[in-house]
């Protein structure tokens, strides 16, 4: 199936005509006359963009699903971002930006390890941000990606709000092939709704100013719920006939530890540390490798506030593993 759309797509965009520029398409059309209805855009200007973009066909393919979606392994993903040279990189990230992480972690209530275990897995600070052509990526997705062509058209509106609301013209923009922005990699309306001027030169800027994205990471964090000094997640043996039942419940925290055990699952906490299985919502995290055992991670809410960075337990876990990590060299 990923290989018949991923064909059907490219062949669109390499033999119709359609693929020279998007101007004269009929939903672009739709696309520029509801711009111009809901924010006031000029035509005219939106047509000239359109006119001298075209389809990215890397764009498709990077962002296809994998060809076996089935085939997920927790251990080869956490070894891409918990590894030495990501670990060395944040570590003299946070040494070079101590006040500034201190500062937003007082703010913010964001461990400075969580902020910078975040943008380390984004970009490995910085140094893979994306070269795409922020519109052209977006118009791409937005026009010629059917599966998920309504969130890119509301983050190529976002774009061009935002390209307004700085007095840059929407082309001067450079990412992700999936449109994300800077050190963080904030998508065109997270840019818009929590990135802040950290550093207090009167601009925000995500792709060299590592105050800003440091506090924009922040931001973004305490909006979407972590609490000070929370728990994040805690490792746990399980067993009993009810464990598949609540890891279909999903990643929200809802049931408290003594919940889980009423639902015929045993828990004990794995390691000697001092993270105790804590009396709060919590939801079990399976972090599955093929052809070995299952992890099991029980999330509280700081760890479900991780999730709203990017929709993935492994991604969560891994946040959480680098964080550990950098917070030991602190």
Known sequence: MRRLLLLSVLLMLGS????????????VQAFIEEMHDKHGFDTEHLHGLFRHTKPIAAVIKAIMPP????????????GRFVEPKRIAAGRRFMHGNAAKLASAEARFGVPSEIIAAIIGIETIYG??????????????LAFDYPPRAELFRRELEE???????????PLAYTGSYAGALGLPQFLPSSRRRFAIDFDHDGRIDLTTSAADAIGSVAN??????????????????????????????????????WQLEAANVTLAKVGAGDTAIADRPAALIDLVTPGAATEYRLGYGNFYAITRYNRSSFYAAAVMDLAAELRASK
């Open 16 to 27: 119709s005509p359609r693929a020279e520029t998007y101007a004269q398409r009929d939903d």
């Open 67 to 78: 060809k076996d979606p089935a085939v997920r392994s927790w251990q080869a993903y956490r």
């Open 220 to 257: 973004f964090m305490a909006a979407h719920g972590w609490e000070k000094d929370g728990p994040i997640a805690v490792s746990v043996d399980v067993a009993g006939d009810g464990v598949q039942a609540l890891i279909e419940e999903g990643i929200s925290p809802q049931r408290r530890p």
């Open 127 to 140: 140094r893979q941000m994306g070269r795409f052509d922020t519109f052209a990526a977006l118009t791409t």
């Open 159 to 169: 774009l061009l709000l935002l390209a307004r609301e700085e007095h840059r013209s």
